[in-house]
């Protein structure tokens, strides 16, 4: 049997071993026969309800004989060996198809069933089947266990000593949890040979003290590494005191984590030598490796089961009491503490590392991802998720290898830790505009802050940046909102801070008249309270303590910050006025910060009499982009997760046999009549104004009469294929009223497009209201983006534009109305009518659905969209459809 599915993907089981999943072939029958064959007598009767031996041998002449119409399947590996494999049988009714499950006796109990199961059933979707049956006897507790924990809707019926079970297909948020829980466990699991090794071996630690393995080793060693060490070269006998072996077969005891430095035509066949001892951890700092070497490192990796950080990366490091691993080639050991650190770039990392050392803030564990061939942030997130040492998480990752898990994964890790990331890659050079507006919008830059966004990570945009929020985010409560309070002992440097704070999206309100009132009796004459308060050079270290405790407890502003220059009144009297902010006894209910433009370094954190640290920034810029990062954690923190809401309406299958239909014979894909555009919107319900199609002149003009009737008026729209921009070669007429003005106009048409012109669109006139543009671009890498913004003729001018990866939940959907500048036009601007909130809520929901629902949509374009206080409505859309294999992005397996 052979099935339409992936040729080989490899996932990994419950306690991290990673295993080959892939279609069955003829030459699979021998293995398949003796998976069977070597099962207990027990195991087989469980399986087959009897102990005949003839019905494994029809098994396996099922599962790996020729293709036949209804019927699927798939084997599982690991080390040549089949251990397992997964069949389904349509049955009358095309929907439903019976499963059946065989695992080998010494692989139960690691998650074989389960995982063969889930990418059955993504290969059964994608065919039609909506539901597995399955009977098994009630005592076969193991495989009832195995349904009943897909986290799919299962009905059983029990029938004496047997129980028919019925496996729902669809998926839901309950089954992604289950899967996203599998997965997490699974990745955890595998990355502990890495992260908490007992034993290392650096495999090209040369005699020469500049190698880069050497270095490594040396910080390996003085780094304290809790486990073994170990060296392998071919003739030295001790390297950097570490004793060495000619292979890493000779070694005493095998390794969890090998070390790789060696030339890259090297690589893969230390790699082959690694897995062959039984190395789970493979470190690969080794660069410059070609697409063959590259592969063949990878595919060493897979078969023997292990994984890969790198290769080209700068190592990896753990400070747990219990591994104090640094195998890294950095200046400096990191210091422990509670920072996650992942970086896609060596230099990077670097620098973060350095960063973070000069603020004092600890690592509790850093990895150089490099070429990122294996171990992703996706991991490192799920890592630090459950480690109990990480406390915060800063990333640097130039691509994703699976967005939509990531996204999924941050959104998750980031209700308990704050997750920063400096968003590397936003020119434009990353992306070609096509041809419609849609995809014109979906820059990179959109792209990635709206999976940013979304998932609730903070996205700076510079190295500095990012370390300044952390700092913040390290020592400091969140902000309970934007309202700042700006102290200072200098007008000007006041002002400075407080133009900061609002070009960072922050305010600084006017302060209430008993607090303004309470400060100006703790402050010298001549201070002002409006907001900023100016505590003029005359304020000593006392006061200024007093008037920040007033406006910490008060509670009239969200934040306070103190900027401080240097002045000679300060200097006479010996007072120290960073202590006013540094020497409060109790800890701040408020995040506090301190600006001092003296400062020689970009920010610091300085020690507070409560067993605290306040951040003080060189210039007031960063110290309020660092307060505006904290303000916008703590709003996506106030604010429910959101959820995808159930539509009705909808036609899936209608509009997947559309979709079938037009791309039959359309190998590059296409544009969309306008006939197919309507039946496919429909599918979905998504409201279109009429319209009607008419190829000659005379059918134009029956055809406005019927849509306007008597004195009404009407739009003309030329067609042709591929024709996207109508406006642009005016092939569009307005405004039309009675018959010999629809005469012209099309006569016009004809004259100027000729044979190109394969028909009209004549529209009725729409009444008048907000003009909007939504649409949807496929990004091969993040999936479905949904846009909004302003429509018509101003979209490319002010590319006024707002962008949410789908599916949309009802949150996300509301942010992405409120989004583009225009948005208070639909609020009811000047006194004009509200715009429909709801409907336009809903028509998002809904393309967005019709997105996920179909990869084959390359774009869609509804511009203009019409929206008014009674609905909303499209008058023009474009569709672009492209053929695609559809994948599921929540699908366990490794990159």
Same mark, same amino acid.
């Given at each position: ?13 419950a306690d991290g071993t990673t295993i080959r999943i892939r279609c069955p072939v003829t030459g699979d029958r021998a293995a ?22 003839? $019905? ?13 119409? &209804?019927? &699927? ?122 992260? #908490? ?77 690694c897995g062959a001892a039984g190395v789970r951890g493979l470190l690969v700092v080794s660069s410059g490796l070609d697409a ?93 998720? /459950? ?44 992306? #070609? ?84 009132? &309470?400060?100006? $009796? ?32 008060? &509670? /009239? ?51 507070? @009499? ?13 110290a309020a982009r660092a307060l505006a990062h904290a303000a916008t954690r703590a709003r996506w923190l106030a604010e429910p ?55 000659? @002149? ?198």
């Amino acid at each position: 049997m052979t099935t339409t599915g992936p040729a080989c993907v490899h996932a990994l089981l419950a306690d991290g071993t990673t295993i080959r999943i892939r279609c069955p072939v003829t030459g699979d029958r021998a293995a398949v026969r003796r998976l069977y064959e070597e099962m207990s007598d027990e195991n087989l009767r469980l399986r087959f309800f009897s102990l005949s031996r003839s $019905s494994a041998r029809q098994a396996a002449e099922r599962v790996a004989g020729p293709p036949r119409p &209804g019927c &699927g399947a798939l084997v599982a590996e690991h080390g040549g060996r089949l251990i397992g494999v997964a069949e389904y049988e349509a049955g009358p009714d095309q929907g439903t198809a019976e499963v059946a499950l065989a695992v080998a006796d010494d692989w139960h109990h690691r998650g074989v069933a389960t995982l063969l199961l889930e990418h059955l059933a993504d290969i059964a979707r994608r065919a039609g089947i909506t539901a597995f049956t399955a009977d098994a006897l009630a005592e076969n507790v193991e495989v009832l266990r195995v349904f009943r924990d897909l986290g799919l809707r299962i009905r059983r019926r029990f029938d004496g000593p047997e129980v028919h079970c019925v496996v729902e297909l669809t998926e839901d948020e309950t089954y992604v949890r289950a899967v996203d829980t599998r997965d997490r466990l699974a990745a955890i699991a595998s990355l502990k040979p890495l992260l #908490r090794p007992r034993a290392v071996v650096v495999i090209g630690a040369g005699r020469s003290p500049g190698s880069v393995g050497r270095a490594i080793l040396r910080n390996i060693v003085t780094g304290s590494f809790a486990g073994r060490v170990f060296v392998v070269h071919p003739s030295a006998g001790v390297i950097a005191g570490v004793r060495a072996c000619p292979s890493v077969a000779a070694l005493p005891q095998v390794p969890d984590l090998a070390v790789v430095a060696v030339p890259a035509a090297a690589v893969a066949r230390v790699a082959e030598e690694c897995g062959a001892a039984g190395v789970r951890g493979l470190l690969v700092v080794s660069s410059g490796l070609d697409a063959r070497q590259g592969a063949a490192l990878l595919d060493a990796c897979r078969r023997h089961d292990m994984r890969l950080v790198g290769p080209n990366c700068l190592g990896l490091a753990n400070t747990e009491d219990a591994v104090r691993l640094d195998a890294t080639f950095a200046a400096r050991h990191p210091g422990p503490g509670t920072a996650g650190v992942a970086v896609q770039s060596g230099g990077v990392g670097i620098a973060l590392l350095d960063g973070l050392a000069r603020l004092g803030i600890g690592v509790s564990s850093f990895v150089s991802l490099g070429d990122k061939y294996d171990v992703s942030g996706n991991d490192m997130l799920r890592w630090w998720e /459950a480690d109990g040492h990480t406390g915060l998480v800063l990333l640097h990752l130039e691509s994703f290898g699976n967005p939509r898990a990531f996204s999924r994964t941050a959104r998750r890790v980031a209700r308990t830790l704050p997750v920063l990331t400096v968003d590397a890659g936003r020119s434009e050079a990353g992306r #070609r505009a096509a041809a419609s507006h849609t995809a014109a919008a979906a820059t990179p830059t959109m792209t990635r802050q709206a999976l940013f966004t979304q998932a609730g990570v903070t996205a700076t945009r510079t190295i500095g940046e990012l370390l300044d929020a952390a700092a913040l985010m390290h020592c400091q409560p969140l902000p309970a909102g934007p309202k700042v309070a700006v102290v200072s002992n200098a007008g000007g440097a006041g002002v400075l801070a407080a133009d900061a704070c609002a070009e960072a999206g922050l305010s600084v309100p006017v302060l209430p008249a008993d607090l303004v009132h &309470g400060l100006t $009796s703790l402050l010298p004459e001549g201070a002002t309270a409006a907001n900023p308060v100016d505590a003029t050079a005359a304020v000593g270290e006392d006061r200024l303590r007093a008037c920040v405790e007033l406006l910490v407890q008060y &509670g /009239a502003v969200d934040a306070v910050l103190v900027t401080l220059v240097p002045t000679a009144v300060a200097a006479a009297t010996g007072e120290d006025l960073v202590r006013a902010v540094t020497g409060i006894p109790r800890p701040q209910l408020r995040p506090t910060v301190v600006v001092l433009p003296a400062q020689a370094a970009r920010v610091e954190l300085l020690g507070t @009499e409560a067993d605290g640290r306040v951040p003080a920034y060189g210039d007031a810029q960063d110290a309020a982009r660092a307060l505006a990062h904290a303000a916008t954690r703590a709003r996506w923190l106030a604010e429910p997760p959101g959820s995808v809401p159930r539509l009705t309406g909808v036609d899936t299958a209608r509009a997947r046999r559309i979709v079938t239909r037009f791309l039959d014979g359309r190998s590059e894909g296409a544009w969309l009549d306008p006939h197919t555009v309507s039946d496919l919107l429909g599918c979905y319900a998504v409201p279109q104004i009429p319209w009607a199609w008419a190829r000659g @002149e005379d059918e134009a003009v029956a055809a406005a009469e019927r849509l306007a009737g008597p004195g009404g008026r009407v739009v003309m729209k030329a067609y042709w294929p591929g024709l996207v921009h109508k406006s642009e070669q005016h092939a569009l007429h307005l405004g039309l009223q009675g018959a010999d003005q629809v005469r012209e106009a099309h006569r016009d048409l004809v004259a100027r497009f000729g044979d190109r012109l394969t028909g009209v669109v004549l529209q009725p006139l729409a009444e008048r209201g907000t003009e909007l543009f939504a649409g949807v671009v496929q990004d091969e890498v993040f999936g479905p983006l949904v846009l909004f913004g302003l429509g018509g003729t101003a979209t490319d001018v002010l590319a006024d534009h707002a962008g949410r990866l789908a599916p949309l939940t009802d949150r996300t959907a509301r942010e992405l109305l409120t989004a583009p500048r225009c948005s208070p036009l639909l609020f009811g601007h000047a006194g004009a009518p509200a715009a429909d909130l709801d409907a336009l809520e809903q028509l998002l929901h809904r393309i967005s659905r019709m997105a996920c629902d179909l990869p084959q949509l390359a774009e869609a374009d509804l511009n203009p969209l019409l929206a008014g206080p009674d609905g909303v409505m499209a008058l023009d859309v474009r569709v672009r459809l492209e053929p695609r294999r559809p994948c599921d992005p929540y699908l366990r397996r490794l990159r």
